[in-house]
Structure formats: C-alpha cells, structure tokens
C-alpha cells in the first residue's frame, strides 16, 4: 500500500512540474517597432509598433499595437545557440523590397524561434535558386541592423 501511495504522489509531483514548465514557456511578450511592410508565411503585414507574444508551446501571437492585426504562427525552436545575440530582436529575409518575417528572439536561445518560409518566399528563390536573402535584424527601438555573410 505504501507503494502505491509513492508512486501516486510521484506522478502527481511530475504533472505539476511539467504544467509548471508548459506555464513558464508562455511568459514571451517582445515589442518591435517595424519600418518595412513584411509578410509572415503568407500574411502581409504594414510597417507598425508589433506584440510578440506566445500563447502556447510553439505558436506565437503577432499584432500590431496600432490597427489590431493580429496572426497566431507556429515556429521552430533555434537549432543552434549562434542564432541568440544577446539582444530582443526580430530577423528577416530581404529580397529587394520585400521583407519575410524569419525569426524572432528575445536574446536567448530558449526564446528564439524560426518562422516557415511562406509561398511567396519559396516562389522567389524556386524562380532564381542562386538568389540568397539579405538578412536584416530589426531591435527592439526599431534600428534595422545589416547582417554581413548569410545566417
């Protein structure tokens, strides 16, 4: 009997600490001032004041603080501590005038998560596969810092 008692108040310790962890991982909430027009997978969005913030394992809210539009979007965690600088930033993909929201980090790894490429994106480098995508970082003020090389 005792035995099972154990085993039961184990199980119940291992829910409520896995419940707790699933809690903290919605505690993301970044804000961006974007001065581009960009689409993320393949919702267009105007140049704006935008919230970031996570709603549920692996899907991020986006809206903007203005005019209310707002989309919910899975994402991929980083694959690699190199994505983390250190700094709130947003990351995307230029090609000429045309801006792909590709990532979003709040400096660290745990909390930085890629974006899918949208329709739009995979037709621009399926019509030119050489082409390769300025990448841009957008902080939290607004400054849009070039990267130089690709990520």
């Known amino acids: 009997m005792k035995h099972i008692l154990h085993l039961a108040v184990s199980i119940i310790a291992i829910c409520l600490i896995t419940t707790a962890t699933h809690a903290q991982s919605g505690n993301l909430v970044l804000r961006f001032r974007v001065p581009f027009p960009f689409t993320v997978h393949d ?3 105007a140049a704006g004041e935008y919230e970031v913030t996570q709603p549920s394992h692996f899907i991020l809210s986006l809206r903007n603080v203005e005019n209310q539009a707002s989309a919910f979007e899975h ?22 005038g045309t801006y792909f929201l590709a990532a979003i980090s709040d400096g660290s790894w745990q909390s930085t998560y890629n974006f899918g490429r949208s329709n739009k994106e995979e037709q621009l480098t399926d019509n030119t596969p050489t082409r390769q995508p300025e990448v841009v970082s957008v902080l939290s003020n607004g400054t849009v810092v070039p990267h130089i090389g690709r990520e």
Request: avoid cysteine; charge should be positive.
């Open 43 to 45: 919702v267009a969005f």
């Open 75 to 96: 994402v991929q965690p980083a694959s690699s501590s190199k994505e983390a600088d250190g700094r709130a930033r947003a990351l995307f993909h230029r090609y000429g």
